[in-house]
């Protein structure tokens, strides 16, 4: 699970970045880890957690 998610994290981070004409805005040493498994009638759940910090740069 790990493996995957490390092969994901450049595709969620670029998915977060937004641009607006005051300032590009992107999400910067993100971290998602699993916070929780729960075992549900069709399967198991897996919740996810995420941390990370907001790079802004001003236009």
Same mark, same amino acid.
Not at 6 to 13: A, H, K, M, R, V
Not at 32 to 39: E, L, Q, R, T, V
């Given at each position: 699970? +790990? $493996?995957?998610? /490390?092969?994901?994290?450049?595709? #969620?981070? $670029?998915?977060? +970045?937004l641009e607006t004409p &005051?300032?590009?805005l992107k999400i910067v040493?993100?971290? #998602?880890? =699993?916070?929780?498994?729960? =075992?549900? +009638?069709?399967?198991? /759940? &897996? ?8 790079? &802004?740069?001003w236009k």
């Open positions: 699970m +790990a $493996e995957v998610l /490390e092969s994901s994290l450049g595709g #969620i981070q $670029e998915r977060l +970045a &005051i300032a590009d040493d993100l971290e #998602i880890f =699993p916070g929780g498994f729960y =075992p549900t +009638a069709s399967g198991l /759940e &897996i919740q996810l957690k995420a941390r990370g910090k907001v790079e &802004i740069g």
